[in-house]
């Protein structure tokens, strides 16, 4: 019955019905959908994408990889950066990520945004409008986010708001501003500042809305030695050599 049916499907999609045979028995069964599949809520993560889940447009899925790499970014002691907040929700995981597993690393998180919205997008490569995102505020996230001594907001238009922090070390940085002036702008000044072993993780990169954030990753990278690599989740990741 099961060969009819894939025969059926197949004979009117181009997809093939994926065989993954079900273990009974085996620990932590029910996060096995189909695979191990921790970001539905498995073990320590879980605390964090709930604090984050009411205010982010970012999904479980993608905050377990930010989850995991600001982990291990924490050993290289350098700051985190984002770029990209709007209401705060990733903000809120990687803050309670360095409090919770990195207090003793001096480790600050460094929040980037208008908080007034999408500047002027380029309508040549961006879906994205100008003042997109604007209901928010600069004060509602950093009561959210809290941990004054670890977070310091900058709000106003990237790369104005990077003046002065020249001199920064970075180990982890989310970029998350969907548009591609924006993205340009923010690996102009972070890449060279991005530490070896650090990350970049670019929230947007396959998402169809956002075809200028790949646009911008693809362009930079060409003549680079990292290569951004492509996520299932829609991010991609780039690891400093
Ligand atoms: C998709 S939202 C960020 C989502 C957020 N990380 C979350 O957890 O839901 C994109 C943000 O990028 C900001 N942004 C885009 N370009 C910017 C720029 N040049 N300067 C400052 N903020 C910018 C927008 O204001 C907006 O709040």
């Given at each position: 019955?099961?060969?009819?049916?894939?025969?059926?499907?197949?004979?009117?999609?181009?997809?093939?019905?994926?065989?993954?045979?079900?273990?009974?028995?085996?620990?932590?069964?029910?996060?096995?959908?189909?695979?191990?599949?921790?970001?539905?809520?498995?073990?320590?993560?879980?605390?964090?994408?709930?604090?984050?889940?009411?205010?982010?447009?970012?999904?479980?899925?993608?905050?377990?990889v930010?989850?995991?790499f600001?982990?291990?970014a924490?050993?290289?002691?350098?700051?985190?950066w984002?770029?990209?907040?709007?209401?705060?929700?990733?903000?809120?995981?990687?803050?309670?990520?360095?409090?919770?597993?990195?207090?003793?690393?001096?480790?600050?998180?460094?929040?980037?945004?208008?908080?007034?919205?999408?500047?002027?997008?380029?309508?040549?490569?961006?879906?994205?409008?100008?003042?997109?995102?604007?209901?928010?505020?600069?004060?509602?996230?950093?009561?959210?986010?809290?941990?004054?001594?670890?977070?310091?907001?900058?709000?106003?238009?990237?790369?104005?708001?990077?003046?002065?922090?020249?001199?920064?070390?970075i180990s982890f940085a989310h970029i998350?501003?969907?548009?591609?002036?924006?993205i340009?702008?923010s690996l102009?000044?972070i890449y060279p500042r991005l530490m070896s072993g650090g990350f970049i993780i670019f929230d947007?990169y396959?998402?169809?809305?956002?075809?200028?954030a790949r646009?911008a990753v693809d362009e930079f990278f060409a003549n680079k030695p990292e290569q951004p690599l492509a996520m299932?989740?829609?991010q991609a990741v780039v690891f400093k050599s």
């Amino acid at each position: 019955m099961l060969k009819k049916i894939e025969r059926f499907i197949n004979l009117f999609t181009s997809l093939k019905v994926q065989k993954v045979k079900t273990v009974r028995g085996i620990p932590d069964a029910q996060f096995y959908k189909p695979y191990f599949s921790p970001w539905l809520g498995y073990g320590e993560f879980k605390p964090f994408v709930e604090s984050a889940e009411k205010y982010t447009l970012v999904t479980a899925d993608r905050c377990y990889v930010l989850y995991t790499f600001g982990k291990q970014a924490l050993a290289l002691g350098g700051e985190f950066w984002e770029c990209g907040v709007y209401k705060g929700g990733t903000a809120i995981l990687l803050a309670k990520v360095i409090a919770e597993y990195g207090k003793q690393s001096g480790t600050k998180l460094h929040l980037f945004d208008t908080f007034e919205g999408m500047p002027d997008v380029n309508a040549q490569k961006d879906w994205h409008k100008s003042g997109d995102f604007k209901d928010t505020s600069e004060e509602a996230v950093s009561a959210r986010v809290g941990h004054p001594d670890l977070v310091v907001t900058h709000k106003g238009f990237i790369p104005d708001t990077f003046k002065g922090l020249e001199n920064s070390k970075i180990s982890f940085a989310h970029i998350d501003v969907d548009i591609y002036q924006s993205i340009i702008d923010s690996l102009n000044f972070i890449y060279p500042r991005l530490m070896s072993g650090g990350f970049i993780i670019f929230d947007d990169y396959g998402f169809p809305t956002c075809p200028g954030a790949r646009q911008a990753v693809d362009e930079f990278f060409a003549n680079k030695p990292e290569q951004p690599l492509a996520m299932p989740s829609g991010q991609a990741v780039v690891f400093k050599s």
